[in-house]
């Protein structure tokens, strides 16, 4: 079984700041990750994914996230916050084409920019 | 914008009643999937389909069918509402052919009084 883990329901930062939001996984195979983006009002839009091709892993917005397999995580960052970033943020692991492709996803991140 | 809608976007209904939530895609992807997102539990896979009347049933299955007679559309049915399915209800469809993301419709909303 897959599980995701997301430290901090709540990450609040200064614009201009560093944005790290925690996600940590369980997967007893190679896992594929993904972070995903909720804005208010709307449905998820994927930010990056991870297959197992580069470990460092550039998605959109600016945002990143690095896949430490000796730590089970894959952190997502961004160098400076935006006002538009403002949104709320999911971590999802599959296991690899298993399963019929299911996700499993985090409880969530929101994120709060402050002016 | 993977084609995908959802239908209706808002609904409030009183307990007891049935409730019929429609997804459809225009571009005949296999897998599509049903869940919940409700505050503090993230996103709960519910139902999921990979093929013409080929579902299974996800971690939050109980209370809810699904039903799919042709590829573009998936169907999911709250048999006799209940206030516990008060939530926003997303679809979601995996496009062939690369890893396993998913991506998802717009929601419903529903509310049960």
């Known amino acids: 079984a897959q599980s995701v883990t997301q430290l901090g329901s709540h990450v609040s930062v200064s614009e201009g700041a560093l944005v790290l939001l925690r996600c940590n996984y369980s997967?007893?195979?190679?896992?594929?990750l993904f972070w995903y983006v909720q804005y208010p009002n709307q449905g998820l839009q994927l930010l990056l994914k991870?297959?197992?091709?580069?470990?460092l892993v550039k998605g959109i917005n600016g945002f990143e996230a690095e896949f430490k397999k000796s730590e089970t995580s894959f952190h997502l960052t961004k160098p400076s916050a935006h006002m538009s970033d403002a949104a709320e943020y999911f971590c999802?692991?599959?296991?690899?084409?298993?399963?019929?492709?299911?996700?499993?996803f985090g409880k969530g991140t929101l994120l709060t920019v402050n002016p | 914008d993977a084609g995908i809608t959802q239908s209706p976007r808002h609904k409030v209904t009183e307990t007891g009643t049935p409730v019929t939530l429609r997804c459809h895609q225009t571009?005949?992807?296999?897998?599509m999937y049903w869940y919940r997102q409700d505050p503090g539990h993230g996103l709960r896979l519910i139902h999921y389909?990979?093929?013409?009347?080929?579902?299974d049933k996800g971690e939050v299955s109980d209370g809810y069918s699904v039903s799919r007679s042709k590829t573009e559309d998936f169907l999911l049915t709250l048999e006799s509402a209940t206030s516990s399915q008060t939530s926003v209800y997303f679809c979601?469809?995996?496009?062939?052919?690369?890893?396993?993301?998913?991506?998802f419709g717009p929601g419903t909303r529903l509310t049960v009084l």
């Open positions: 997967s007893s195979v190679p896992p594929y």
């Open positions: 991870y297959t197992s091709a580069a470990t």
């Open positions: 389909s990979y093929g013409v009347k080929d579902t």
């Open positions: 571009e005949n992807h296999r897998y």
């Open positions: 999802a692991v599959s296991d690899s084409g298993g399963s019929n492709y299911k996700l499993t």
């Open positions: 979601a469809i995996r496009v062939a052919g690369g890893p396993d993301e998913q991506f």
